[in-house]
């Protein structure tokens, strides 16, 4: 398998829930993303991890928690939630960090759609 | 405030024809430029980008010009195909910053 795989495709959970996020990139890169689309909103950068290691937290609650075992595997642990979280979390890896290097485009998965109620 | 506008929700061009999709900025750091493309259920994927120092790339029918002076970039398709029916998502970031910024993004339909 090819590119980045993100499972479930679609998640619906009770706000006392803890349910978790899985994403796997099987194209030997270096950096990972969690982003966020709610409806009529722009994507939203959540958590980069480099390396493993986590180099951004945008300032997301902390009832979503990223966990990076590996530079092929990341998670998002959700606890708690309130239904306004309710939006299509997408996985994206790039060869090095976006930001960093102009020929490192971000390749997304395609999403889990998660549903709050 | 949105940094990347994409005032343009949908777009609607007739197949063979040219398809320009306009995309605005405020933030005068962003030095480096994408387009995404995305087709329903699933991500998007990466089309085409260009950095500051340049005001034109071009990578078969698909052309990203970019206006430093109005803030301003533009991405022409063409001859538009029926395949090219997707939302297109405008972003940008400044050097070295892991923050690209997306817009919203613009439907377009190729219409046979």
């Known amino acids: 398998e090819t590119g980045v795989t993100q499972t479930p495709r679609h998640l619906v959970m009770g706000m006392t829930n803890k349910k978790s996020l899985k994403c796997e990139q099987h194209?030997?890169?270096?950096?990972m993303y969690w982003y966020k689309q709610s409806a009529k909103k722009p994507l939203e950068l959540m958590f980069v991890?480099?390396?493993?290691?986590?180099?951004e937290n945008n300032s997301v609650p902390s009832r979503f928690s990223p966990e990076c075992p590996n530079s092929s595997h990341l998670f998002l642990h959700l606890h708690t939630l309130q239904p306004e979280d309710s939006a299509l979390y997408l996985c994206a890896s790039s060869q090095d960090r976006a930001g960093v290097s102009y020929n490192s485009p971000l390749h997304f998965g395609n999403g889990t759609r998660l549903t709050v109620t | 405030d949105q940094q990347v506008k994409q005032n343009s929700p949908s777009l609607s061009v007739q197949e063979g024809r040219i398809s320009i999709l306009n995309c605005d900025y405020t933030n005068s750091m962003f030095d480096y430029f994408l387009w995404y493309k995305k087709y329903p259920a699933e991500g998007p994927t990466f089309l085409i980008s260009i950095s500051s120092i340049k005001d034109k790339n071009e990578d078969g029918r698909f052309t990203v010009f970019l206006n430093k002076s109005a803030k301003h970039l533009s991405l022409h398709i063409v001859p538009s195909q029926p395949g090219d029916s997707a939302v297109y998502f405008c972003a940008a970031s400044p050097r070295g910053d892991d923050k690209i910024i997306f817009g919203k993004g613009t439907r377009l339909h190729i219409l046979p």
């Open positions: 194209l030997g890169h270096n950096a």
């Open positions: 991890y480099s390396l493993e290691e986590r180099v």
